[in-house]
C-alpha cells in the first residue's frame, strides 16, 4: 500500500507540475517553463517506475528474477537519470546546457543489459551497469559543481537581488539522490530498505516541487551568452564617463532602490550597452551585484541614522526593505561582507 500510495502521489505531482500553469506555493513567481515540464516528466516517469517494478515482479518473469532484475534496473538506468540530470542543469538560465552527452552515455548500459539477459549474468546484467551508472553521476556531479561556480558568477555579475535565482539547493537534491541510489542498487530485498527507499523518494519529491515553485524565471536577454550579446555601440566610454552617468544615473536617482533592477536596465538608464557596463565594473574589480548592495546598504546606513537621530521607531526588517532588500537574510549576509560586523553590533553603536 505505501508502494503504490507514493506512485499514484508521483503521478499527481507529475501532472500538477505539467497542467497547472500558476504556483501553489509562491504564487508571485513565475518559475522557468522547460524546467517545470521537465521536473514533470521525472515525477511521471518515476510513478511508471514503480509500476513496471510491480509489472515485472508479480505478472511477468516471475520465475527469472535475475532477468527481472536486468530489465527492471536498466529501465530506471536510461530513463531517471538523464531526466535527473536534464532537470538540474535546466535550473541553471545562465545557458542552455547541452544534455545529449548524458543521453548518449546510458547507451552501454543498454548494451551490457543486454549482454547479461542473453548470458544470464549477474555481472554483465546488473553489477557493471551500476558501476557504469555511478561513474556516470559523480562525473555529472563534478561538472554540475563547476557548472554551479558559473551560474553564480554570472548572477553577481548581472543582478541586484539573488533571492528566487540562486540555486545551490539543488545540491542537497544530488545528495539526496545519491543516498536513496545506494539503498536502492544495494538492496537485496530487505523490508527495512524497501521502507526507506519510499520514505526518501517522498523526500525528494516535496523537495522539487518547494524547488521548482520558488525558482524565478529570468529574462532571456540576460540568459544570453556573451558571444551571442546584443551589437556593443561603437568605442567604449572612458572609466570617468562611467562614474559620472552612475553618480548621475543610478546614485542621484535612486535607481539601486528597485529590488529587482538588472545590470542591462542600468546600462540602458544611462545609455550604453550592458557589456560595456560589466566590463567597467569588472575593471574596478567588483561585480555589479556588490556595487548595488554597497549603495543600498549605504542607504540603509544613513537612514537608520536619521532615524535614531529623531527617536522614530523603526525595525531593521523595514529599514532593510526601504533599502532595496527584499530579504533580511540577504541584506544581513551583505552587510556582514561590505562592513565586517553584523548588523545588530553596527546599530548597537549608532545607539551608543
Known sequence: MFYGAVAILALVSGLYLWLRHSNAIAPDITPPTALRRWTAAFFITAALSHVWWYVLGIYWLTDDRLVRNITAVTLDHITLVPLVIALLLRMLQDRQRPLW?????????????????????????????????????????????????????????????????????????????????????????????????????????????????????????????????????????????????????????????????????????IGTNRTYLGNYFAQQGITYNAYINRLRIQHFMRIYRENVSSDSSVTATELARRSGFRSYTTFSAAFKQLNDQTVAAWMKEQII
Request: net charge negative.
Open 101 to 269: 552527452p548524458w543521453v548518449v552515455s546510458q547507451v552501454p548500459i543498454l548494451v551490457v543489459a543486454a549482454v547479461g539477459i542473453v548470458r544470464h549474468d549477474e555481472f554483465y546484467g546488473f553489477d557493471l551497469t551500476t558501476y557504469w551508472q555511478i561513474a556516470v553521476m559523480i562525473l555529472f556531479v563534478l561538472y554540475y559543481l563547476h557548472a554551479l561556480k558559473e551560474y553564480g558568477r554570472w548572477l553577481r555579475e548581472n543582478y541586484a537581488d539573488l533571492e528566487h535565482k540562486e540555486v545551490w539547493k539543488s545540491l542537497l537534491f544530488m545528495a539526496a539522490l545519491f543516498v536513496i541510489y545506494e539503498v536502492y542498487f544495494t538492496n537485496p530485498g530487505e523490508m527495512a530498505k524497501e521502507y526507506l527507499a519510499q520514505i526518501e523518494t517522498l523526500a525528494i519529491m516535496v523537495f522539487l516541487i518547494w524547488r521548482i515553485e520558488t525558482l524565478q524565471q529570468l529574462d532571456d536577454k540576460m540568459a544570453e551568452t556573451s558571444q551571442e550579446d546584443e551589437a556593443a555601440p561603437v568605442g567604449m566610454p572612458s572609466a570617468i564617463n562611467f562614474q559620472q552617468e552612475l553618480e548621475t544615473c543610478c546614485e542621484a536617482r535612486q535607481l539601486y532602490l528597485l529590488p529587482d533592477i538588472t545590470l542591462q536596465q542600468l546600462a540602458a538608464a
